[in-house]
């Protein structure tokens, strides 16, 4: 059986949510990923780049939760 990741929009979410809570260092996130979302270290790796990488452009858009 195929695993079904979470889409990177819902991973933003998320993050974006992390990132205002303060609860820790974005470039620490990886864990709370993968115990959230039940996705590998690396899987979790991935999202976080993502996120990281079209962070300021969401922004702008007005798509981060502050």
Do not use: C
């Not at 929009?9 to 993050?15: G, S, Y």
């Not at 115990?35 to 780049?49: I, P």
């Amino acid at each position: 059986m195929e695993k079904t990741l979470p889409s990177q929009r819902d991973v933003n979410i998320f993050l974006d949510v992390v990132r205002s809570s303060g609860v820790t260092n974005m470039f620490g996130a990886g864990s709370y990923i993968q115990e959230h979302f039940g996705v590998t270290k690396y899987e979790a790796r991935d999202f976080l780049s993502e996120w990281m990488k079209t962070f300021s452009e969401r922004r702008e858009r007005g798509e981060v939760i502050e």
